[in-house]
């Protein structure tokens, strides 16, 4: 699987961004596509992530209610909206994919990586 992620920016506290992350290479049918982020200095992190062919949504309580992952079959894509930034919402984001017997969506044991795109909210 090769992924390909977009849309990390500037933006102000307060605001909204969404990242893209368009896969190729393999069906997703049986994958989760995860977002995880690493912060200057942290340690990478779970994000949200969503099961391809079930929908299910999964999210790190950090950024409940405020983030929301999707998908477009039709693309191949899965997005990351992302509202109600915070500077501590700072970090490269990183799409990820892992089969679904691979494990939990929401630990870092991903198989793929795309290259990270970098979000920087200021205050």
């Known amino acids: 699987v090769q992924l390909q992620a977009s849309g990390g920016g500037l933006v102000q506290a307060g605001g909204s961004l969404t990242l893209s992350c368009a896969a190729s290479?393999?069906?997703?049918?049986?994958?989760?596509m995860g977002w995880l982020r690493q912060a200057p200095g942290k340690e990478r992190e779970f994000v949200a992530a969503i099961a391809w062919n079930f929908a299910n949504t999964y999210y790190a309580d950090s950024v409940k209610g405020r983030f929301t992952v999707s998908k477009d079959n039709a693309k191949n894509t899965v997005y990351l909206q992302m509202n109600s930034l915070k500077p501590e919402d700072t970090a490269v984001y990183y799409c990820?994919?892992?089969?679904?017997?691979?494990?939990?969506?929401?630990?870092?044991?991903?198989?793929?990586w795309g290259q990270g795109t970098l979000v920087t909210v200021s205050s």
């Open positions: 990820a994919a892992k089969k679904y017997y691979s494990g939990s969506p929401a630990d870092s044991s991903y198989a793929y």
């Open positions: 290479g393999r069906t997703l049918g049986t994958y989760y």
